[in-house]
């Protein structure tokens, strides 16, 4: 497809569960992020993928959060043990160009909605 | 390190009024700043940016910012509002090689 592809689009687990969110970037965009948009907190940052270098980790808010990009291009952000507060909804974007957020425009996925019980 | 601070979570206004939403960045390099929209039940899209050149920008729908240094402030205006400009907005802060961070978002209600 033409855009920021994520799976599942909704995901109800059990507290103690891991789980796995994918994104499908755009063909030939360099940079991946990952944002958690909980009621009120806007959108919290997680992760940055910029090419070839090292993720930028500074927002997972725990070990139990952990990302990773195969390949230059799909990624999935891994959440073990996962607890209520986990639930939000998990957004990808990815944009084009060498220079991070400078580039300009961030292209969504619709988000993974993740509700732990 | 880079934050935005949006005043306000909320901001009420009536159809045909001035839109003034608030953004106040921190940045301890040059500042890009952008401004994305998420309208219901849709995904976030960008409404404007500013990058250094003109210090007004222009987006979508109507919209524009103006980049004050000296107050630190990028400030979204749209001189008056429509129905559809019902959204959530987020101003978002980088450097010239560093991630994206959002603010916290303003939902703007628009008001018959």
């Known amino acids: 497809g033409a855009g920021v592809s994520q799976s599942p689009s909704n995901k109800v687990t059990e507290k103690g569960k891991d789980v796995e969110l994918r994104c499908d970037p755009i063909s030939g965009h360099t940079a991946l992020y990952w944002y958690r948009q909980s009621l009120g907190q806007g959108l919290e940052f997680l992760i940055y993928f910029q090419g070839n270098s090292a993720p930028d980790k500074s927002g997972l808010p725990s070990d139990r959060f952990s990302a990773e990009r195969t390949g230059g291009s799909v990624s999935t952000l891994t959440i073990q043990r996962t607890q209520q507060e986990d639930s939000a909804v998990y957004l990808c974007?990815?944009?084009?160009?060498?220079?991070?957020?400078?580039?300009?425009?961030?292209?969504f996925g619709e988000g993974s909605r993740l509700t732990v019980l | 390190a880079q934050s935005v601070t949006q005043l306000g979570s909320h901001v009420s206004v009536s159809e045909g009024a001035l839109v003034l939403l608030r953004c106040n960045y921190s940045?301890?390099?040059?500042?890009?700043l952008f401004w994305y929209v998420q309208y219901p039940n849709q995904g976030l899209q960008l409404l404007l940016k500013?990058?250094?050149?003109?210090?007004l920008v222009k987006g979508i729908n109507g919209f524009e910012a103006e980049f004050k240094k000296s107050e630190t402030s990028f400030h979204l205006t749209k001189p008056s509002a429509h129905m559809s400009d019902a959204a959530e907005y987020f101003c978002?802060?980088?450097?010239?090689?560093?991630?994206?961070?959002f603010g916290t978002g303003t939902r703007l209600q628009v008001f018959p």
């Open positions: 940045s301890s390099v040059p500042p890009y």
């Open positions: 978002a802060v980088s450097g010239v090689a560093d991630k994206l961070i």
């Open positions: 974007a990815s944009s084009l160009g060498l220079t991070g957020g400078a580039s300009g425009e961030l292209f």
């Open positions: 500013y990058t250094s050149a003109a210090t």
